[in-house]
């Protein structure tokens, strides 16, 4: 009787193993989904120049080709409430050209070994950016200091010249934290 209930015991769990390890083509994987929440690739720009609540989460989701043709002439307006002035900057751009460079939200590299990365060094424009740039100052020039970048003084530097602590000489080049 012992042996016929261990067979059984074992028969069972056989048989459940089995089932349970059946492969079955028929269920879908998961699907998952990635949601972009966020873009700062030019620090700064969505806070200064999209103005309406609703504009701001539509800004860091709208995807980079289709970003200037949504946001250029807001921008272009509130470029021009910031600096009524304004008629091109340091890089030779009018207020169109500008604000069509800043709507679209995106970090341009340089794959060049002779062109150094960086956000804008009076040389070489939006080639990269190193973390020591001065990103805020490069983008209060462009947007104040006019076609020579020396209207507006007070506008133009934020006046943080410096990271508060020295960078790593080694990867991944962050300074370490407080």
């Known amino acids: 009787m012992q042996s016929i209930i261990k067979i059984t015991a074992l028969c069972f769990t056989f048989s459940t193993v089995v089932l349970s390890c059946k492969k079955n083509d028929s269920t879908p994987a998961p699907t998952v ?3 972009q929440q966020d873009q700062m690739a030019r620090p700064a720009i969505n806070t200064v120049f999209v103005t309406a609540s ?3 989460d539509a800004f860091n989701t709208t995807p980079p080709s289709a970003m200037s043709a949504a946001f ?3 921008f272009q307006t509130r470029l021009l409430a910031l ?3 304004y008629t091109t900057n340091a890089l030779g751009q009018s207020a169109a050209a500008f604000t069509g460079l800043l709507a679209t939200d995106v970090l341009n590299v340089s794959t060049s070994n002779t062109t150094p990365t960086t956000f804008f060094d009076g040389t070489n424009v939006l080639t990269g950016r190193a973390l ?4 805020i100052n490069t983008e209060l020039l462009l947007i104040f200091g006019g076609s020579t970048g020396t209207s507006n003084p007070g506008l133009t530097n934020d006046h943080v010249d410096a990271n508060d602590k020295a960078f790593s ?3 991944p080049y962050l300074a370490t934290p407080w």
């Open 169 to 171: 000489t080694t990867f």
């Open 54 to 56: 609703a504009d701001k």
């Open 33 to 35: 989904y990635y949601d």
């Open 72 to 74: 250029q002439a807001k």
């Open 132 to 135: 020591s740039d001065d990103v």
């Open 83 to 85: 600096n009524p002035g």
